[in-house]
């Protein structure tokens, strides 16, 4: 029984710190009454505030980018590897943590004199970003489609697709990938939350994100920034969710 | 008999360059971390070492970080990170014991597992703009607080200073805890605590001798795994703090802004290795930590 309090105590103190923001932004964004519908009249939003609209589009773009990108990278050498170069895969799974241990600020860093090139060869648009937002997800991305290799017998797979006359374009498209596809969706997943939340790399390479449209609208218009985070939050809580709680089922129904 | 022997040598032949060709399919792989990975990271620390025009090896950089204002900002740092990873880990503990205590596949436990995931995931613009909302100056709580007769902010205001950014950090700092310290709960066997009760043990003794010894490590590692996460935030604190750099992060927003006017263009760097030298003793003391619970708890 003093158990049951102890829970409950805990729980709904702790209920109340994390939900009181969430409820806090609400209040602050409805003190204007205009702001929410006007946030989901897209064409008057973009005309009243274009660097915002330039930010939302270019996020979208960025994460659908970074998603596919980090896809055609990880999967085949994650793949390849196991196959025919396990000796390799040490070095690969370094690589891919190596990310967790450099802050995104020191990242950016060294990363500008490479943008200076970036520059050069395919201009300043925002959508470059995908490069270092590649990197920045490897970690998430590589241990999700890491596990979701190892639950499957990726060399009996192979091997009898190889059998049976498979190139290996076709063993990693249409062997590995279907049966790795959970896997693959969680990345995706985290990806596209981790992007449309990332602020220091496009804020400091001087491009544009959602973020960077937050933070700037938040100095002349607090209440539709306020409401913009919400709904970015929003969209992110829910991505997320559906993720854990889809692999917490899965798990349960396997064990 | 012909085909067999003209086969053989071929095939002895052939397995080098099968070798060579398999190297060959991990090249975008590699030559992608390559650009955007390693030639950062060691962009970062050359440039740590190289005086100010890009050539020459010089130790100006790494000494400028014993100036005044950037040891104070190490400071500042370190002590945001290890209150704030204090203040985490207790109340994650305290959070992730009381889910223990739940049914482990019950609907509570699932729910505040994924709330966790996600809130742990939660940081920036978008944290710091919630906390603006919630006791900025004219945040939500703080306009009902001042109704109420009580002012957050009667001695200055502090929510753009550091005790304001701890109280910002923990929200995704005991989310943290809780994902990384309730597999080491869960490591924790009921028959322990029978076996204990069994032999005369009370709860006092329980926690002191079994229990906390035991969840000594994963305690440990987590407040360092906190520790480094919060040393690393940027965007929150960027977006909460707009005058001066207290931390060092934002130093280095400061050094690479103005690059070019101070003609300090690798002091950043000499900071950011600071900062990755930190970060790096921090993890490799968690990984240890880290293979002990395993050993203990796995």
Redesign the interface.
């Known amino acids: 029984m003093a ?1 049951v309090i ?2 409950w105590t ?2 709904s103190v ?1 209920g109340v ?2 939900l ?6 609400v ?3 409805t003190r204007d009454a205009k702001t929410w519908p006007l946030l989901l009249d897209w064409p008057r939003l973009s005309a009243e505030y274009p660097a915002l609209a330039e930010g939302i589009v270019a996020s979208l773009a960025q994460a659908a980018l970074t998603s596919l990108l980090m896809l055609a ?2 999967v ?2 994650a793949v ?2 196991r196959l ?2 396990p000796r ?1 895969r040490r070095l ?1 799974e370094f ?1 891919c943590l ?17 943008y200076a090139w970036v520059n050069y060869f395919l201009g300043g648009s925002s959508l470059t970003l995908v ?2 937002y ?2 920045l997800v ?1 970690p998430y991305a590589y241990r999700a489609i890491d596990a979701g290799l190892s639950a499957i017998d990726v060399k009996t797979l192979a091997e009898a697709a190889r059998s049976l006359g498979a190139g ?1 374009a076709t063993v990693i498209l249409r062997v590995v990938l279907p049966n790795i596809r959970s896997a693959v969706l969680s990345a995706a997943f985290l990806t596209v ?2 992007v449309l ?4 790399i496009a ?2 390479l001087h491009r544009t994100n959602l ?1 960077v449209a ?2 700037f609208l ?1 100095k002349s218009s ?1 209440g539709v ?2 409401a913009v ?2 709904a ?2 929003l969209l ?2 829910v991505l ?2 559906v993720l ?2 889809a692999g ?1 089922s899965k798990k ?1 129904r396997t064990s | 008999m012909a085909e067999i022997v003209a086969d053989a040598p071929q095939r002895v032949a052939g397995r080098p360059r099968l070798r060579g060709a ?2 060959f ?2 090249v ?2 590699f030559a ?2 390559t ?10 620390v050359i ?1 740590a070492f190289t005086g100010d025009g890009g050539r020459g090896f010089t130790l100006a950089n790494v000494r400028a970080l014993t100036d005044d204002y950037i040891v104070a900002a190490f400071g500042r740092s370190i002590t945001l990170s290890a209150s704030s990873a204090l203040i985490g880990a207790v ?1 994650g503990a ?2 992730a014991y ?2 223990v ?2 049914k482990p ?1 019950g609907l ?1 436990r ?1 729910l ?4 966790a ?3 742990a ?7 710091a ?6 006791i900025g100056l004219s ?3 703080t306009l009902w607080l001042q109704e109420h007769g009580l002012d957050p902010y009667a001695n200055g205001v502090w929510l753009f200073e550091l005790p304001g950014l701890t109280l910002v950090y923990t ?1 995704f700092q ?2 943290l805890m809780v994902i990384v310290f309730l597999p080491a709960l869960d490591g924790i066997r009921p028959q322990w605590r029978e076996a204990h009760v069994s032999l005369g043990g009370n709860t006092w003794q329980y926690w002191t001798r079994v229990a906390g010894p035991l969840l000594a490590p994963a305690f440990l590692g987590s407040t360092l795994l906190l520790f ?1 996460n919060a ?5 929150t604190a ?2 909460l703090v707009s005058q001066g750099s207290p931390i060092v ?1 934002l130093q ?2 400061g050094a ?2 103005s690059e070019v006017v101070l003609g300090q263009a690798n002091l ?2 000499a900071m ?2 600071g ?2 030298v930190v ?2 003793v921090v ?1 490799t003391l968690y990984s240890l930590l880290q293979k002990r619970t395993a050993k203990w708890l796995g």
């Open positions: 158990r102890f829970r805990v729980l702790m710190f994390f009181l923001p969430l409820v806090a932004m209040e602050f964004s990278l990880l085949p050498t390849w590897v025919r170069l390799l690969v690589l190596l990310p967790l241990t450099i802050p995104a600020i020191v990242l950016v860093v060294g990363l500008a004199p490479v490069f270092a590649t990197i490897l290996w939350a981790l939340g990332e602020f220091t804020s400091l973020q937050i933070e938040g607090a920034s306020v985070s919400l970015a939050l992110a809580f997320l969710l854990s709680l917490n349960g | 398999a190297l399919g991990t975008p792989f992608f971390v650009i955007f990975l390693v030639v950062p990271t060691l962009t970062v440039g109340v305290i959070l009381a889910l205590t739940a596949d509570l699932r505040v597992t994924a709330a995931g996600v809130l995931q939660f940081g920036g613009v978008t944290l703009f919630a906390f603006l909302a919630t945040g939500f709580v929200y005991i989310p480094a040393f690393s935030a940027y965007a960027a977006a992060p280095i927003r690479l802004s950043g760097k950011a290795l900062m990755v970060v790096a993890m």
